[in-house]
């Protein structure tokens, strides 16, 4: 008797394998990438060979998605395969998947040291309950799901500590066909971590904290804020800073770039961030320039001591 199944059909019981062991909102990505991505391209095949993922990986690469994301997909493509596979209903063959080269432009998305001044002063003047979330993620590198999420309860005014604990976000639920508004705890295990506060920092919370009557840090409500209407108020502020567009995300970036700059050690700053590991922080922020190389060989030269 043949028990070979569809990929489809794997997928389907890989999902209800998945259910209980994932946290929700990624279980809806899962679905999300299946019915968005993989479905279409593979779902009635019963074997997938590497040519098939190799032209797929090329084909949204093309298309303009980030490596990352599409490494991703193939990550779930691999785990329902391996899980069919192993249940005797799947075919899995060894697949040796190359990457096209990167050649954009890899640059983050920061706010120059002028911009940072600037909008740092303005945060600091005027500590309100909607400015302290920017002033978090400029001072802490905090994201935006973690800065919603921040509680009072989170805060240590006698530690001058904070304490990221959960993340708010808004996913796609494709079996209810909306989104939704979910709190959770961080992506990782290393998310959740303790951040000292700077002395600006410390002071704004201090003011803020006698304002507000919420639970929440950012905002004034029982309830807490949506990371898409606070981006939203972002950007209106940049605007009246006269400061050129910046994702929200790029406060992150732009405090792990000034700590870099500032020679704060790698490993400290990958803490800080939450990064699962030091090689993220150092493939992401460090990029030495010519001046940085010459100062190298000078310091190596010098120590040879050869004259």
Request: hydrophobic content about 35%; overall charge positive; glycine content about 4%.
């Amino acid at each position: 008797m043949n028990l070979q199944k569809t990929f489809y059909d794997v997928s389907e019981l890989w999902c209800e394998a998945k259910r209980p062991i994932v946290k929700h909102s990624t279980m809806c990505a899962y679905l999300l990438t299946l019915q968005t991505h993989l479905l279409p391209r593979f779902g009635t095949m019963e074997i997938i060979t590497e040519n098939d993922v190799q032209q797929f990986v090329i084909d949204k690469c093309t298309s303009g998605l980030a490596r990352k994301t599409v490494r991703d997909m193939v990550a779930v493509l691999k785990s329902i395969s391996k899980y069919g596979n192993t249940h005797g209903i799947f075919q899995l063959g060894e697949w040796e998947i190359e990457y096209p080269s990167y050649t954009g432009n890899r640059s983050l998305p920061t706010l120059s040291l002028n911009h940072q001044r600037i909008l740092m002063r303005h945060l600091i003047e005027q500590p309100t309950p909607q400015n302290i979330g920017i002033l978090l993620a400029l001072c802490t590198g905090m994201r935006i799901g973690e800065v919603c999420a921040l509680k009072w309860e989170d805060v240590d005014f006698t530690q001058k500590t904070v304490t990221v604990k959960h993340t708010i976000s808004r996913i796609y639920n494709c079996e209810l066909k909306s989104t939704e508004k979910v709190q959770s705890s961080p992506k990782t295990k290393n998310s959740c971590r303790e951040i000292p506060m700077s002395k600006q920092l410390f002071q704004a919370l201090k003011t803020v904290k006698k304002q507000s009557p919420s639970p929440y840090v950012v905002g004034t409500s029982v309830q807490s804020k949506e990371p898409r209407s606070y981006r939203d108020y972002f950007n209106r502020l940049l605007n009246q800073l006269d400061i050129p567009h910046l994702v929200f995300h790029g406060l992150r970036h732009t405090f792990a770039t000034r700590c870099i700059e500032s020679q704060c050690d790698y490993k400290t700053v990958s803490a800080i961030l939450g990064h699962s590991n030091v090689a993220t922080t150092l493939n992401l922020y460090v990029h030495p320039n010519l001046n940085q190389k010459k100062r190298c060989i000078d310091r190596m030269s010098n120590f040879v001591g050869i004259i």
